[in-house]
Structure formats: C-alpha cells, structure tokens
C-alpha cells in the first residue's frame, strides 16, 4: 500500500568484534517501524559481501557483491552485484561510461516499476520511481551527515512510497556509490585512458 511518508532519520551503530562485527543505521519510520541497514553482514565466505535492509513494515532487502574482488572490500560495490527486495530479483543497469551524474545513474527494474538512482555528491543521492497510469511515482532523497557517533542518515520521500520503494533507497546507504559520483566519473575516465593506452602498443 502506498502512503505518505514522515521525514525520519537513521543513526549509525557498530558492534561485536573482528570475527563477529556488524555496523550500519538504526531508526524507525512513523509509517513503517523499526528499520535497521546492517552494512556488511558478518562475512560467511570471504568472497561475498551483503549489506542488508530489515524491520517494521519493510520488505528484507539485499545487495551483494561476489567474487575475489570482494575479500578486500568494506561495502558492496556496484561490480558484479545481486540485489534482491523480498523474494524479487531487481534488474540493475548503468551507464559505466557516463561523463555525469546524470548519464551514470542506476536504472533498475523491479515488481513492474521502474526506478532510477542518481548521486548527489558522495553523501547523498536520489532514488526516483517512475510515474506511470496508476501512480505519479515517488521521489526518495537519503543523505549522511556527522561524525563519529553522531552520523545520521536522514531521509525524505515526496510522494506516496509503498515499503519495497523505502527498502530499495536505503539499501544503497549500505553500499559503496564512488561510480556514481563526478568524482568516480573522473577516475573511471582516467582509468579508461590509462587501459587504452597500456594496450595500444600491442
């Protein structure tokens, strides 16, 4: 069911130990209950990392990244990722060669929806559900702000949202968005260049 949505913040938190620790955003959603983005899970295979959305009214959501590249990672990445919301796999789509925010926005698909990620620099970003016959779509805006304890993660919906649209915009706190930014299109540019050039001569 979709329904207004009251601007609420989430805190960050950490505990356990080395063998055993978990770290993330504790809060609760007036509309939607306790919500908890734990960012990573304790690792049960070093070549997997999964941060993971659950509470309230929330659909559980998870994002993945798999492969030996993720043994030196601290949160997913956007490279070779699984993101699922309940039981649905969400189709995820981006332009690795986009020269702005715009052109490297996620484009995702998931339960009939379309759906759109964009940064808005490396402590926000902006995830919009498109309109269509039945609904004018909803716009979900997440962005960091703090230190140390007192990190807050503050979120605010324009727009009727049902609980897998929430799900699918938090999700991406606990997930490393670098691409997505000028800043990751600049080194991606580079890294381009510099892969161009060391194969040239060959």
């Not at 919500?35 to 929330?58: A, K, Y």
């Not at 789509?93 to 995702?108: D, I, K, S, V, W």
Request: contains cysteine.
């Amino acid at each position: 069911m979709h329904t207004n949505v009251t601007p609420f913040d989430l805190h960050a938190w950490k505990e356990g130990n080395r063998h055993d620790y978990r770290a993330g955003w504790k809060g609760v959603s007036p509309e939607f209950g306790e919500i908890t983005l734990t960012c990573p899970l304790p690792r049960t295979t070093p070549e997997s990392i999964v941060s993971e959305v659950r509470g309230g009214r929330l659909p559980v959501t998870s994002y993945e990244s798999r492969g030996t590249h993720a043994e030196g990672l601290i949160l997913p990445t956007l490279n070779r990722s699984t993101l699922r919301v309940g039981d649905r796999m969400v189709y995820v789509e981006r332009n690795r060669l986009g020269a702005t925010l715009g052109q490297r926005a996620l484009t995702m698909r998931y339960a009939g929806d379309h759906y759109r990620l964009a940064a808005l620099d490396k402590h926000g970003y902006v995830l919009s559900r498109e309109a269509d016959d039945e609904d004018p779509g909803v716009t979900i805006t997440a962005r960091e702000s703090g230190r140390g304890k007192n990190r807050r993660l503050s979120v605010q919906v324009a727009g009727r949202a049902e609980g897998g649209d929430l799900a699918l915009a938090l999700i991406f706190a606990g997930v490393d968005r670098s691409a997505l930014t000028h800043l990751g299109a600049v080194k991606a540019g580079i890294s381009r260049v510099t892969h161009f050039w060391t194969e040239s001569p060959y």
